[in-house]
């Protein structure tokens, strides 16, 4: 058998032993839906009445959904093995969803509670556009939960994150022509446009690798502007593409407007910003980011865990305006911040989400807040 070969056949032993293992600590697993939204309902063997209702992040639309994916069981495998039932809904569309998924979850949350009972205690959890669903909880239905764990979350305003986005694309753009298609495309509805997707991720990364190697203080000032390393600008391309053709579908039509943005810090600002396309907003933001906007209003004490370094929600978008807002408020008293030593996004193991979620735990039980820490 080839090295390849033997490697692969053991990564898949691997995941099958993993897999095994998991499954033996399900008592029962109810699926189905509610109000259209597919569920997933998993109760362990040694259920203590408990209950995290987990939100799933952002999924490309019509990819395989999340609740049916082997990392969705391994990170209910971090509750179930303390005693928690864990609920997760599917939400009843795909990409960006987090009314939709606020909603939905709140409607599971529900359904869970008639059918099985009011638990002893019921947390809310969630992965970035889910731990933005999971913030959203807090500020709106914090009366249901006694505490939430908010990973990598997209917790800045929805409109500011996706316009990070936008942004990030007319200047890469502008920078480096004709390696993807122009933002005003992707975000034309009257034209047929299909998102690139990770299967096209090689040949745009070799791309923009030569051109980066012809003008290399261009391709550094880009990633410098993005936070990110230069090789991280194709995900954060890519990945970006589909966010913002979704965000056109939703709408119907482009709810940015840069015809006044002055895009600075390049050693040439003045040649940047005659390069840059300018495009009006042809509908209002309000329409797709206005229901559960982000207020900082929290009701109950939340754990955020971050790492130092994500491709696509920045600790900046990740934790510090939402901290920013928290301040605001004056709930300060309800949130503590886990900074992480992964690098990428949501590149935590589960030793970390397990310790966040303990702390989280004997803070709701105590009354004791949990001190801001660095996981190693």
Known sequence: ??????????????????????????AK????????????????????NKLVMFAHGYEFMGSPSGIDQPGFLQLASIFLERGFAVAASAYAYQGLALSQGVDDTEDLRQYFWDKYGVPDSTYMAGQSMGGGITVAMMENYSENYAGALAMCPLSSRPYLQT?????????FDALFPGIVKPVEEVMDLQGNYTPLGYAEMRPVTEAFKQAAARDSIKAKELARQLNLKLDDVPLFIIFGEGVLR?????????PYDNTNTIYSGFSNDWEINQEVVRLNATVSPDLIFEKYDRTGNIGK???????????????QYGEVNFENMVHKQGKDHFLTVMMCNGRGHCNFTP???????DELRHWVKTGIKARPDMLE
């Open 351 to 357: 030793e970390q989400i397990g310790k966040s979620f």
């Open 1 to 26: 058998m080839e090295p390849f070969m033997k490697k692969t056949a053991f990564l898949l032993l691997l995941l099958l032993v993993s897999y095994s293992a998991f499954t033996q600590i399900i």
């Open 163 to 171: 316009r990070e986005a936008f942004d990030g694309r007319v200047l």
């Open 246 to 254: 979704d965000v056109a579908i939703k709408s119907g039509g482009i």
């Open 301 to 315: 004490p939340v754990v955020l865990m971050h790492t130092i370094y994500d491709q696509l929600i920045s600790p």
């Open 29 to 48: 697993t109810d699926t189905g839906t509610v109000n259209c939204a597919a569920y997933k309902i998993l109760i362990p063997e040694n259920w203590q």
